[in-house]
């Protein structure tokens, strides 16, 4: 099919070339399936090929799509999405082409002049009163990839009934004949500038401290895109909040979808963070920040108590994001009974205790933000949302996004980090006294690998071990609760009842709980052949001094777990 005339001659010379080769390993790994597009969108590597990244998978899903669309507001006078890219090779040519197709169909379309975070994407479906958006990036993966992401009309990535019918409309497109690759030029319009500024002036809106960042306005930042779209709002974002000390890393800011100074651009990898903290050694500044290419993830180096830079986890940033936010609404008296903040299953409880303290509801949600931004939803209008977060290094501050935002996180880190300096701290003091004031957690995330389809298998049977011969003693501890979110039921150890779990679907997701407050979470990856591990582990401390010993005490029971587990 693919040397046929509805291909393009780039694309069957590709595939004549790889038909031709000796060696069939590559036209395997391009042929041998369709590349899936699941409930978040599609991901891959790109080139030729139905398992490959390329104008006609993209082409499928957005056809697929519009075809949706069309039939689920046919009763609209004139159907409208949004169209944003990061910085990836090809990036930009997928997004012509995907606003090409959902013209030919009829529908308005806003495609934006030049790569955007993932967040912006969100606000201007809400914005511009959109049915539906899409973005093209493969987040934090390798420069090999490119992926496409797909929202509502509330700006959240879909969710069930959507995401599956969607997923039955693409699956109808078979060959590129069934792509309408001929757009309508009058139904595109380009869209940018003034978009940013409303962006930006709504983010003002979410500062809780102007006159801590007027008082340390001078505060050194030193800021990364990692060569992504954060370097179009990010420090633009951070001055409209008032600070005038942002220190970029020139060779970071090159936009480039080769990513030449990282081997990966994850801001949870403490390699690509190496630059940006070496200038901030160099300039001695407070607080390093970066984001991943489509900026919607965010990394956060700060310095110890002994002068010396480290690397927040996930599971922190979020902690010192939702204390922040809760102290400050309770200091302003913005808390009024009603407020909500939301984490993952998987993320830390700490979390739970600060917000409970409080007064403050706490969600638990599946990994992911569409699940964040679901809780958004079914609270609009009843409840007010506070923040969220997830381990994975995404967080949310504001309601009028529904995607995870490194742009806004950057700006209340920042604004966190000025506060904290009215009381003579750094972030990494005020973290130190969230611990002393709420406990002491260790959170260390393990995947084990298991290739091919033995791996798969192996897999497999863990889980089936796990959950048909349930753990009753981990590292010494009694195992108090069990959560499988398979059957969606719990089940408490100490008084012999089970219960349902509150949840929206199910999700291959187990979890125990022991009676020294230690938390463990185990799931199979969705996308590689790894199952994973989230241990997070508590203790008691009474001075900054009992931290050293606790974290040592916290890793050494990690490894007793590890050993329970039989991993």
Partial sequence: MWLGREYDRETREQVQVMLDREDPTELIEAFYRDLEFGTGGLRGIMGVGTNRMNRYTVGAATQGLANYL?????????????????????????????????????????????????????????RLGCQGGIILTASHNPKEYNGYKAYWDDGAQMIAPHDKNTIAEINRIRCAGNIRFKGKKELIEIIGSEIDSRYIADLKTVSLSPDAIRRHHGMKIVYTPIHGAGVRLIPAALEAFGFTNIIHVPEQDAVSGDFPTVVSPNPEEPAALALAVEKARETDAELVLASDPDADRVGVAVRNNAGEWTLLNGHQTALLLVYYLIARWKETGRLQGREYVVKTIVTTETVRAVAEQHGVEIHDVYTGFKWIADIIRRQEGKKTFIGGGEES????????????????????????????????????GLLQDIYLEYGYSKEVNISVVKQGKSGAEEIEAMMKGYREHPLTEIAGSKVTLMHDYVSLKGYSFTDGEAFSLNMPTTSNVLQYYTEDGTKISVRPSGTEPKIKFYFEVHRKVKTVEDLVDAEAAALRQIEQIKISLGI
Avoid: M
Wanted: hydrophobic share 45%; net charge negative; with cysteine.
């Fill in 70 to 126: 069309l039939k689920e507001f046919a009763d609209l006078p004139q159907i409208r999405v949004v169209i944003g890219h990061d910085c990836r090779n090809n990036s930009r040519l997928f997004a012509e082409i995907a606003a090409n197709i959902f013209s030919a169909g009829g529908i308005k379309v806003y495609l934006f002049d030049d790569l955007r975070p993932t967040p912006e994407i969100s606000y201007a479906i809400r």
């Fill in 393 to 428: 290094y995404g967080f949310l501050c504001e309601d009028f996004v529904r995607d995870k935002d490194a742009v806004s996180a950057c700006c209340i880190l920042a604004e966190a980090a000025a506060w904290a300096r009215d009381s003579g701290r750094t972030l990494y």
